[in-house]
């Protein structure tokens, strides 16, 4: 028998391990909570695994994460650094052209109001040398372009033709100190020469110091060189100064003070008068509100700011007090003591209402008036207050004899 | 002249006492407990892996390697049973199949040299199918559950666990002791 359960063991437990689970499953099955330690057990022993488990995957993925984010986040940051400089430039370019395309409108309409025959040109290169203020244009012989010829913008003279090839032309600059052209003030109609002054000014030159030029005062071409034609805004009186024979007067060219990138050449000039002189308009008059009222206290803190004002306060107390008047003679007692209660004066011939003491121990205030000349009178107080009269305290001195 | 023991639960000849695998205690309680754990904890974050069994592959594993029938009845049992409970089936579905697959694997092991990567990749297909098939005959004998049986979906997972397992078992070698 003992063999044979040795030989067919595990077989014997097999069955009765499988016989069990039967009867467990049934049992599980027909009363699910008679079960529940199991799960209990199971669960407790799993619990404990699972949230060291979880906590080391958190960690370990926060941690991941987070620098694939930083990461991340580099990346995105040289994208976008890299977006906002292509932008920024675009934006640049896209300025640059809306510039170009409001310049290229004035000069259209500007060709449109002038009577003169204009060819529009941009500036392409400058000269090599600091010395010399030449530009090159893009436009020469082939566009009617002749050596010459006047360079303008609509702001005013720019320069004037030096040398003119096919395709391009030389410029000569109004601050150039080999330029030169006739000018007219506009007010006073002053005439002189323009001449170049190396940096970015101009100076105007033989206008005699007897003649008048303002300062500020407009400067257009006079039309004597043959060159501009007469009409064209030169620039503004910057200094004038007076000097032996001539005035000394320095301008800014206005033609270049806005960078000029395209100018317009003149063909075919057409003169036209000088604007007239349109002075500013007279100062209007200015409503001001009333000044905003001021109290006793906040007068009398800002008046009395400085000793001189405090020593001329106190004696204009005494002057009260004893009713004396400076300047009318006589001496008054400036050892008096006044007393504290004597309010100084507000303004000049003005009585101030007695102040209403009923039911205080204060001091009586004291009604004070200016006393009329010849007459001497006692400072009054008020009644039924506990205090002395103010006026007999601490008073040695006679009320003053007025003259 | 090969030395013989007719114990009933070991059938083995000298030559065969020399493959039995030897482990030590923590790989044979770490090992199925960790194989749970990943069971339970790891298809949270990567669904598909529900789909491989790893209490399966390790009852095998263990039911083969030890040589011993009642060693695969008992590992198969405790791994189905926790299964079970933390599965919240009725205790005893995965219990009852997966001590029949321990049974069988170690009757397997004790005649056939497991230790070939074709023999343990034929053995995981074949236990695997055996095993969803109890679990389906038992839900629907027992618990009348009236579930069908996907043969397609089953050979498919079934190589999916073996290939797995063909890797798991591998590991599971360099655990054996030495001695």
Redesign the interface.
């Known amino acids: 028998m003992d063999s044979l359960?040795?030989?067919?063991?595990?077989?014997t437990?097999?069955l009765v391990?499988?016989v069990a689970?039967?009867i467990?499953?049934?049992y599980?099955?027909k009363n699910?909570e008679g079960?529940r330690v199991?799960?209990l057990?199971?669960?407790t022993?799993?619990t404990p695994?699972?949230q060291i488990?979880?906590t080391t995957?958190s960690t370990v993925w926060g941690v991941f994460h987070n620098y694939f984010d930083l990461r991340d986040a580099r990346q995105q940051n040289h994208v976008i650094q890299a977006q906002r400089d292509q932008l920024k430039l675009e934006n640049l370019y896209l300025k640059s052209e809306l510039n170009t395309a409001d310049r290229v409108k004035a000069l259209a309409a500007f060709q449109k109001v002038s009577p003169s025959r204009y060819v529009a040109a941009r500036i392409i290169l400058t000269a090599t040398t600091s010395a010399s203020r030449i530009v090159i244009l893009d436009r020469g012989s082939n566009s009617e372009v002749e050596k010459g010829m006047a360079v303008i913008t609509p702001d005013g003279i720019v320069g004037k033709i030096i040398d003119a090839f096919p395709t391009a032309s030389q410029a000569l600059l109004v601050t150039d100190p080999e330029f030169a052209a006739g000018v007219v003030s506009q007010k006073n109609h002053v005439k002189g020469i323009l001449h170049g002054a190396g940096s970015g000014k101009c100076r105007i030159d033989n206008v005699q110091t007897e003649e008048k030029v303002d300062e500020g005062e407009m400067f257009f071409t006079s039309g004597d060189d043959r060159i501009f034609p007469r009409g064209l805004p030169v620039g503004k009186a910057d200094v004038v100064r007076e000097g032996t024979q001539y005035k000394e007067i320095l301008l800014y060219p206005s033609g270049l003070q806005a960078g000029p990138e395209e100018v317009l050449i003149v063909l075919a000039g057409v003169h036209a008068p000088i604007p007239a002189y349109e002075a500013p308009p007279p100062e209007q008059k200015v409503y001001l509100g009333p000044p905003v009222p001021q109290t006793k206290a906040e007068a009398t803190t800002a008046a009395l700011t400085t000793d001189a004002d405090r020593l001329r306060e106190h004696y204009e107390k005494l002057g009260k007090f004893e009713n004396h008047k400076f300047g009318e003679g006589g001496v008054p007692n400036f050892n008096a003591a006044i007393p504290a209660n004597a309010e100084p004066p507000v303004a000049a011939g003005t009585t101030t209402a007695p102040k209403t003491n009923a039911g205080t121990n204060s001091p009586p205030a004291v009604v004070k008036k200016p006393a009329a000349a010849g007459t001497a009178t006692a400072p009054k107080t008020s009644a039924g207050t506990n205090s002395p009269p103010a006026a007999a305290e601490g008073s040695q001195a006679s009320v003053p004899q007025n003259p | 002249m090969p030395y013989s023991e007719?114990?009933?639960?070991r059938i083995i000849t000298s030559h065969q006492r020399g493959r039995v695998a030897r482990f030590r205690a923590w790989v044979l309680v770490g090992v199925p407990?960790g194989a749970?754990?990943f069971q339970?904890?790891v298809p949270l974050?990567y669904p598909p892996l529900a789909y491989l069994d790893l209490a399966l592959l390790v009852t095998i594993y263990f039911a083969m390697m030890r040589h011993s029938?009642?060693n695969g009845?008992?590992v198969g049992?405790a791994m189905?049973?926790?299964q079970d409970?933390?599965a919240?089936n009725?205790?005893?579905?995965y219990?009852?199949s997966k001590?029949?697959v321990g049974?069988f694997a170690?009757s397997i092991g004790v005649r056939i040299d497991v230790s070939q990567s074709f023999v343990r990749l034929l053995a995981c297909v074949v236990f695997y199918v055996f095993h969803q098939f109890l679990f389906w005959l038992?839900s629907r004998a027992?618990?009348e559950k009236l579930v069908a049986f996907d043969w397609r979906q089953t050979l498919i997972l079934s190589g999916f666990n073996a290939i797995v397992g063909l890797a798991l078992f591998h590991f599971l070698d360099k655990l054996k002791d030495k001695d």
């Not at chain 1, 359960?5 to 077989?11: D, E, P, T, V």
């Open positions: 359960l040795n030989r067919f063991r595990s077989i437990v097999l391990v499988v689970q039967l467990l499953l049934a599980s099955v699910p079960v199991i799960r057990w199971a669960v022993v799993v695994i699972a488990a979880e995957r | 007719t114990s009933g639960d407990f749970l754990i339970a904890y974050f029938a009642i009845i008992l049992c189905g049973l926790a409970a933390l919240h009725p205790l005893g579905m219990g009852i001590t029949l049974f170690a038992i027992l618990l």
